[in-house]
Structures are given as structure tokens and as C-alpha cells.
């Protein structure tokens, strides 16, 4: 769904564009416009979900899309513009969960360099246990700690972010871990 | 250096697009190419940078760029593709002020879902007191709370930032704050 393909024409005018330093100080390569000079910009996205907890429980989908079908996730997908983190954050967990919830504190932030992204997780404290998945979901079900599949988790931000949180759990204490996937 | 023009033509063919919603399950009007059918998206943009300290005072940068040509800055900008958030914010502190320094921890993330950025700002323990500023900085200089020029800053997320940064000082205990400019 957010797979980049290369820049080869001109968001403007539609002219090939060539790659180059622009003149204007700058230090990286960028696709730049021998017609228009427009030049275009890559960088990083915000991806951004929650850990929806019940009890000592937390809710996580089985996927039903690529990457990583049927593998198990927290509810996240990429920020949209004109939201906050935590509205799309709460949006997410809407569409892709179904559920009744209410938004609680950040917990992780995590780079990913490799794929040009920054990860933020928010608490949910869910409302009730009836869930409502989207299209992108198989199942969403509760897991206790001892229950999630770890083996089959589909990503390893979510697998952070839920070792995070089961670890603040028992201190008892909520706090922002900041940290890289490298 | 970042504004983004409206995406007129495909970035892979470079015929003209049609604003539509995609036929894939999304809820939001893309750019999508009649002809080749990629789909373009648009979303918010991480912004990095420091609050770089020095004993009890923080270091600012006078912008020598548009927007807010003269006012007083923290060193920060759209971080790159390939780094993480604390690599980006070191790059954009050695490029804006030229100074030593060693990061420290994450102390603001902040929507601002009318530019769709997201900033996030870390502290920074200067190493020296000689600043070596680039091209977008007319000046580096290093204020104590009182003596910041709070009419004269730059921009919000940089006001908010430092305020942050002085409260958790006197409280003798550093957190992440979490919230947005709206």
C-alpha cells in the first residue's frame, strides 16, 4: 500500500527528471526538474498505532494483508495528513480492529532507518471485548503476556513495543522508550 | 527548502493525475495515474532537532533562511532518508550551529497537523563554547532562560521545546513530553 517507486518524472510538468545536488546549499541528491527546477523531496514516514489492552490482556490482528499475511500485529499504519499521532493512531486502531477505546500515553518511538520510517505507539485502554475488524484483518483476539505468539509476531517494532509495555506493566510505571531497529 | 507543489503528473509515467480514492479499500483521495495506475501519497514529515545546553544556557541559531528570516531557532530540519531521528537531529545541529556535542535524550514529540509535520526534539550537552554556524545561521549564541528572546522565536514547537526544557531542569528530572501544536 505505501511502496515508493522511484521518482522518474516531474510532480509539476511531467518532465524526466535528472538526479543531482540542487544549487541552493543543499548536500543530498534529489530528483530535480531540468524544465521547471522543481525539486522533490524523500524522506522518512510516521507510522503510527497502539497496544489496546483489557485487563492483563492485549488485543493484536492477524493480518490479512501483505506484508507478512497472517502473522500477528498491533493495530498501525501510516499517518495521514491533517491528523495528530495520536488521531492516527486512534484511527488505526479503528479500522483495523473495530474496537471501543479510549487513547492513553506514548510509549515507544522507534527509528527504522532501513525502510524510511519513525514508529509511534500509544496506550489504548480498551472499553469493551467485542471487536469489529476491518478488511485488513482475519481476527483480532486478546492475549495474555504467556499466550502471544512470539514466534509469530510480524514485526519487530510490535514486538518491542510489546515487550515495553509488559515490562512497565510490572514496574508499574509508564514511560516513552526511544530507541532504533537497526 | 520544503514545500511541497501539488502532484500534477505521475511520478513513475508522468501523465496528468486524477484525484480519486483509490480502488484498494482506502478512504482518502489520492493522486492516481490514469494511465499506469500508481497510486501517489502524501503524509506528514518527521522534523528533528536539539536543545543544545551549556551549563544553564541553550544554544540558538538567528535564521538566516525564509520563513522567519531573524528570529531565533533551535538547530532542527526534515530529517533523511537512511538515519534515524537521533542522527538526523545530530546532522542538523552540526550543519546549523557547528558545535561539539554529545545527544542526550528525547524531550519533545509534537504534531502539527497543519503543516503535517512531526517534530521531535532531543538534548544535547555542548562540549565547547565555539560555534562554527553554517549558511541558513546568521548567528549562534548561547542565552540563559532569561535572557532568551521569547518574542523572537522562530516557531512554536522551538518555544514549547525550550519551556520543557527549563521546568524539567529546575525539577532535576528529564522526560519525553508528548503532545501538539494545534
Known sequence: MMFRS???????????????????GDTRERAVCPACDTI????????VGTVPHWGDQVL?????????????TLPAGFMELGETTEQGAARETDEEAGALFEMQGLITVMS?????????????????????????TIEARLFTEDEIP????AFRTVKETLHRYFEDRRKGRFEVHAFDIV
Request: hydrophobic fraction near 30%.
Open 150 to 153: 512470539w514466534e509469530e509476531i
Open 40 to 47: 522533490h523531496y524523500e524522506n522518512p514516514l510516521p507510522v
Open 112 to 136: 527504522v532507518p532501513r525502510v524510511g520510517q519513525v514508529h509511534l505507539f500509544y496506550r489504548a485502554k480498551l472499553l469493551s471485548e467485542a471487536f469489529n475488524p476491518g478488511h485488513e
Open 60 to 72: 493484536l490482528c492477524k493480518r490479512n494483508i501483505e506484508p507478512r499475511w497472517g502473522k500477528w
Open 6 to 24: 522511484p521518482i522518474k518524472h516531474c510532480r509539476n510538468c511531467g518532465t524526466t527528471v535528472v538526479y543531482r545536488i540542487p544549487d541552493d
